[in-house]
Nanobody, 125 residues
Framework: QVQLVESGGGLVQAGGSLRLSCAAS????????IAWFRQAPGKERELVAV????????YQVDSVKGRFTVSRDNAKNTVYLQMNSLKPEDTAVYYC??????????????????WGHGTQVTVSS
């Protein structure tokens, strides 16, 4: 079973950069679509970016396009979220999750019910 652990958050000034990591246990990591989500105080969790099993296909929500890049290194069982030009509104706890179906190639995702602790990103103005 694949378990995911987020890291890399911190406090950064507006305009700065951070790189988040989502490290996976298990040998089947490369079979799964992985996504980054975030949840700001008082708001619902929202999808930020998605990456396919091979890393060839990616998706970013409009609010982060051109600033955030999702990538993965299957040899290291890790997915990354490179965040540039950070804004105060990017402040949130960031989580990664996976579609529960290995080898899934569609876009109607079914995310795991289990979530990790996330990593806090705080952007000061």
């Amino acid at each position: 079973q694949v378990q995911l652990v987020e890291s890399g958050g911190g406090l950064v000034q507006a305009g700065g950069s951070l790189r988040l990591s989502c490290a996976a246990s298990g040998r089947t990591f490369s079979r799964y679509v992985i996504a980054w989500f975030r949840q700001a105080p008082g708001k619902e969790r929202e999808l930020v970016a998605v990456i396919s099993q091979s890393g060839i296909r990616t998706y970013q929500v409009d609010s982060v396009k051109g600033r955030f890049t999702v990538s993965r290194d299957n040899a290291k069982n890790t997915v990354y979220l490179q965040m540039n030009s950070l804004k105060p509104e990017d402040t949130a706890v960031y989580y990664c999750n996976k579609d529960r179906r290995p080898y899934y190639g569609g876009s109607s995702y079914e995310w795991d019910d289990q979530w990790g602790h996330g990593t806090q990103v705080t952007v000061s103005s």
